[in-house]
């Protein structure tokens, strides 16, 4: 079986594809930093509110830079088409389910928080070789820094399950 690989993107498919995968982490950022008070409450050690609280500050920032990122390309944020990573968000891990036990709670908020960095790191990854591949180099920074706390974050958590277990 011979294996095709695909043709490159002409560069205004790229664009419309940049566009469509900011759009889904844009509106999941604004829709997490909505609900993040209410998982920071979920928490029960002061460590993982502090890293959680950590984490709310560079959501924030990541909005931020996206909001630079739609001005750069003179584009408007749609929600069209962002179910998939706002239903993630939304669904909570189905974190509404009380544990007897405070640091099952604890465990599944870290894992909550390590499954969102994940997809954020997938996501500023393309997007940071998409802006490459358009000469977008301011973008591609704002993006690398996004990614960067990504990965800083979900380290962070890693961090904070050993305390529990160590």
């Given amino acids: 079986m011979e294996i095709l690989k695909p043709e490159p993107l002409e560069p205004h498919l790229q664009y419309k594809v940049f566009v469509h995968n900011l759009n889904r982490i844009y509106f999941a950022k604004t829709y997490l930093d909505k609900k993040m008070l ?45 179910n998939p990573l706002k239903a993630i968000v939304k669904d909570e891990f189905c974190l509404d389910e009380k544990h007897d036990i405070a640091i099952l709670n604890d465990m599944d908020l870290i894992m909550y928080m390590q499954m969102l960095e994940h997809i954020n790191i997938a996501c500023y990854g393309l997007l940071k070789v998409i802006a490459k591949q358009l000469k977008y180099q301011e973008i591609e920074q704002l993006l690398k820094e996004c990614f960067d706390e990504c990965v800083d974050n979900d380290q962070l958590f890693v961090l904070i399950a050993n305390e529990y277990v160590l």
């Fill in 38 to 82: 209410n998982l920071i409450d979920m928490a029960s050690f002061k460590g993982l509110k502090l890293g959680m609280r950590e984490f709310w500050d560079d959501v924030k920032k990541q909005i931020a830079r996206m909001d630079k990122i739609y001005e750069l390309i003179n584009e408007l944020p749609s929600d069209k088409n962002c």
